[in-house]
């Protein structure tokens, strides 16, 4: 699904939220922080953190457990940044742990499950198999809406004015 030939392997940030593990794909990784002050922006979606400085470039925080509506967790030494790459725009999201960088075969990608109770799978873009591991692939392009680049946008643009 995602390689172009069955031997094609495929590189993965994995990462925790809740007791499930994700993974993105390791070209939209930026860089990996340490949990840091988030300076929280008034009147945004409940799911913006807020932004962080990084040097001198303001990205704004997403917080993906409020974005896929699980449970509010502790955080904690192992609460990670993951600063990705959306549509040329940096953006930092907010997870319980990263785990590793994994790598396994294309053929080992399966595409998300049509559709599950209760679940978006408008988000996955497939579910990666590792030996016993299930990880779920998230496609990033699709964590916010339109409107919500647009607000993205006019946080990060705000800045370079």
Excluded at 106 to 126: E, N
């Amino acid at each position: 699904m995602m390689g172009k030939s069955e031997n094609a392997e495929v590189q993965m940030v994995a990462f925790k939220l809740e007791k499930e593990e994700f993974a993105v794909a390791i070209q939209q990784v930026r860089e990996v922080l340490k949990m840091t002050q988030v300076t929280p922006l008034p009147q945004s979606a409940h799911f913006i953190e807020g932004v962080i400085n990084l040097r001198g470039e303001v990205i704004p925080v997403v917080d993906l457990r409020k974005r896929f509506e699980l449970p509010l967790g502790k955080r904690n030494e192992q609460t990670r940044i993951i600063i990705v790459e959306i549509k040329n725009n940096d953006v930092g999201l907010i997870v319980d742990s990263v785990t590793e960088v994994l790598r396994f075969s294309a053929s080992a990608v399966q595409p998300p499950p049509t559709r599950i109770a209760g679940t978006r799978t408008d988000l996955i873009k497939g579910v990666g198999k590792l030996d016993e591991r299930l990880l779920i692939i998230l496609d990033l392009e699709k964590i916010l809406t339109t409107e919500e680049k647009i607000v993205m946008d006019d946080i990060t643009l705000g800045d370079k004015v």
